[in-house]
């Protein structure tokens, strides 16, 4: 049987083996290959220990032979030593961290955490509490005022000539229009220009409300409609759905993404909503549905909505009320309905009732306005009164305006002409001047009285308005053909020759029937009118006055109350205006009688208003234009030489004539004064037809029966 052959190059347990009868190699210790120079005779192999040196020394002091690289598929020859087992290494033991040190460590880092949390809830809820409190609520909470709603003027059957509805008050939060809170670094500049079309109010004063941060309420215009609430609210809804688009949204976060990286801050003007501060607030609105209808008298509210004008201005206090407050948190704008809020609720003004008559007082400006434009007069007033009450039913101005509009309204016609004017009455004045006459008893109605042309007196002449031979009238003829002349010869029998005693007389019954006093009224502007004392006059001043012209000076109702005085028998009753007020709790105050005082007696009263007749009924009295069928007038015609404006001298005319009705058992006055007429000039002419048709439409609607008898027809004239 035959051996297994042997593979070539190497042996059966994979090592190579040395040629058969070939010296075998001794093997290369570890680490040393096979082929190295071998020490010299006597010195110690590599490796060996030296005498006298430790083993391991020696070992530790050999180098390490390299490793010849490993012929690719052949294993490494090992040696006899290699094939040694190895001893087994210990394992390094783990040190464990001392616990106690690590929570040590912990418990400091922790103190020192919750000490700075501590010491920072010290200072907001002790130190900084109430500046961080207020900070807060300033920042949180808006306070808004509430109007009161203004008291309304009605006529004396409850119909307003002067009512409030309804408006909005375009309002702004200046804090929300800084660069900081819209992102755009010119909000105010356009939100003002989106107003201003839309308000009437200049962009410039739009945008200087708006550039006060500190401020956190501004009324930007008052009293909008609610048209125009509805075109702002609808433009700034618009504007928040652009801001709220998608594409403004992703430009705002790339910007804002920008800034984090110190790029722009400000927001595309275009994403942006210049009006987010903007709000309207419920208000009211001052409305006159009469439109002009006794505007002079009820006056105009400014923009403001406070009274500027008539009695819109002198119960100002009365109408606006009590304005109020409410205070609630916002954020962006919005109410936060859960965050609470306070309210001081508004107290509503008063109203007041005029004793005006809502249709004489149409007729009264009716005919008026007719006869300014008649005549071209600069102006007139028509007053209505009761004699028996003093209240005023009418107090007509032309020309008048629209307080509704007042942008075409001139200065000049905003006023009550019918109060504040002061002029000189003329011959309207001499009922005052006779009726001290025959109060005094020194004259009768038919006491006779020589009348010549010219009078002279003082070293100047005095005239009538008409050219005449010396005529014989009596004291009614006097007042009838309504001459100077013979009134100047009245009043000098009041001195009984001593001409300072005749104007003491005659002044101290001018000023009780109301002459340069005040009416009572207190209305704004309101003139008291001038009569110089008797110590004062001088010259023609001393006869002057006697006839209304000269030293005295009265206004429109002055001289009505003077003729009203007359026909109650000679008590004059204050005038009113206002009937009473009704207060917000719905209580009603009365207006107290006004005070009575006496001027004439009775039967004085009674002739004179005899007389009076004859100047209307008489075919020589110049009232004849006056005269209405069925009733009994007694009035007197005005012509007087109207003051100039500057004060020297005199311009043009005032035509004036007053009267009551009806003259059997008077109840109403009405006097029609016209300011420099230009198409006639005398009173009767020009305000005779006035007072008839003013008059004769009151004793109608106050269903006035017609007088019961005829009227005396006191004789004018006597045969020397």
Known sequence: MSTP???????????????KGAAPRAAAPRGQSAGKAQPAKGQPAKGQPVK?????????????????????????????????????????????????????????????????FAGRLVQLQLLDSDALAADANTNRYLNIPI????????????????ATVDAYDITADPAMFTPAATGIPDAPEQAAALLSPILGVPKDKIAADLHTPKTRYKRLAAQQTPATKSQISDLKAGLEKQAGSRTCQAQKRLLTKAAGQGGRTRVDNECANPL?????????KRIYPADGLAANLVGFVNGEGEGAGG?????QKQLAGKDGHSSYAQAGGRLVPTAGGS?????????????INRDIQWAAQRALTDQVANSGAEKGYVVVQDVKTGQVLAMATAPGFNPNDLSTAKQSQMGNAALVDAYEPGSTAKLMTLGAVLDTGKATWDTKVTVPYPLVRAGQQFKDDIEHKTWYLTLAGVLAKSSNIGTIEAMETLGDGDQLKANQILDSYMRKFGVAQPTGL????ETAGKLKKPEDLVASEKYNTSFGQGPMQMNALQATSVYSTIANGGVRVAPSIVQGTTSPDGKYTATPPGEQTRVVGEETAKTLTSMLESVVDDEQGTGGKAAIPGYRVAGKTGTANRGAANGVGYDGYT????????????RYTVSCTLQGPVNGHFGGQLCGPVFKQVMEFTLKTMQVPPSGSEAPNLPVEWKP
């Open 276 to 284: 987010a501060g903007v709000f309207n607030r419920e208000t009211q």
């Open 52 to 116: 006298g040196q430790p083993a391991k020394a020696a070992a530790a002091r050999t180098p390490r032979a390299p490793q010849q690289r490993r012929p690719e598929g052949r294993p490494p020859a090992r040696s006899q030593a290699a094939v040694r087992p190895r001893r087994p290494q210990r394992p390094k033991a783990l040190r464990l961290a001392e616990p106690k040190r690590r929570l040590r460590v912990i418990t400091v880092v922790m103190s020192l955490v919750f000490s700075v």
């Open 343 to 355: 309210m001081d609720p508004a107290v509503p003004g008063t109203d007041v009732k005029l004793t």
């Open 311 to 315: 009695l819109e201005l002198q119960y």
């Open 5 to 19: 052959r042997q593979p070539s190059g190497g042996s059966g347990n994979g090592r190579r083996q040395p040629p």
């Open 147 to 162: 109007t009161a709603e203004r008291g309304s003027i009605t006529s004396s059957d409850g119909v307003a000539l002067a």
């Open 655 to 666: 035509a004036s004539f007053i009267g009551f009705a009806p003259a059997d058992a008077p």
């Open 522 to 525: 207190n209305f704004p502007g």
